[in-house]
């Protein structure tokens, strides 16, 4: 298969509240495909069976926090990530603004849109003037954990994450 590179971010936009069905179901399918991600995070009660209802309402809590924005990336038309981002974390005393999410078609893990999409995002938060930025890799995620620290990201600590108490490292990545 030949890839295309990402096209430019496109921010996800609730209308009258909701997402068209037709996107709805091209989100569902790309956080289905990564089965064994969502065994190790716990968000969906079964990860073989995540469904439209229960993305449209995950995405409807994500965008509910005022700080937060979910961008889709597309390569020739094809929604192949999502990454949500969150522009001023809760917690006031931090800083830097946080990835909270980066997944991309598990068919497509290892093609190089994971690196792009981290870029892409990297350079918004520059181009807002941000000095760094943070995430949290869930400690049972070595391969994420690898993957993030070869794009330059470095521990700086270990808690755990606000909503689901999970045990997490904290990376953070001079801009």
């Given amino acids: 298969m030949i890839l295309e590179p990402l096209e430019p971010l496109e921010p996800l936009v609730l209308t009258e509240g909701a997402l068209s069905g037709s996107l709805l179901t091209e989100i569902t399918a790309l956080y ?29 809590d994500e965008l509910a926090h005022p700080h937060a924005e979910v961008l889709l990336a597309r ?52 181009q807002a003037g941000r000095q760094a930025v943070r995430l949290a890799v869930l400690e049972n995620n070595p391969k994420a954990l690898r993957f993030w620290t070869a794009l330059g990201y470095l521990v700086t600590g270990h808690r755990e994450d606000r909503e689901l108490h999970r045990p997490c490292a904290v990376l953070r990545k001079r801009l």
Wanted: aromatic fraction near 6%.
């Fill in 75 to 126: 390569s020739a038309g094809r929604l192949v990530g999502i990454v949500i981002t969150l522009v001023h974390h809760p917690d006031p005393a931090e800083p830097d603004p946080w990835i909270g999410l980066l997944m991309v078609d598990a068919s497509l893990h290892r093609s190089g849109f994971g690196r792009e999409l981290a870029t892409l995002v990297e350079a918004r938060f520059r």
């Fill in 32 to 60: 289905a495909s990564n089965r064994e991600f969502q065994r190790l995070s716990g968000e969906f009660p079964d990860p073989d069976d995540i469904r439209v209802e229960q993305i449209a309402k995950s995405l409807a």
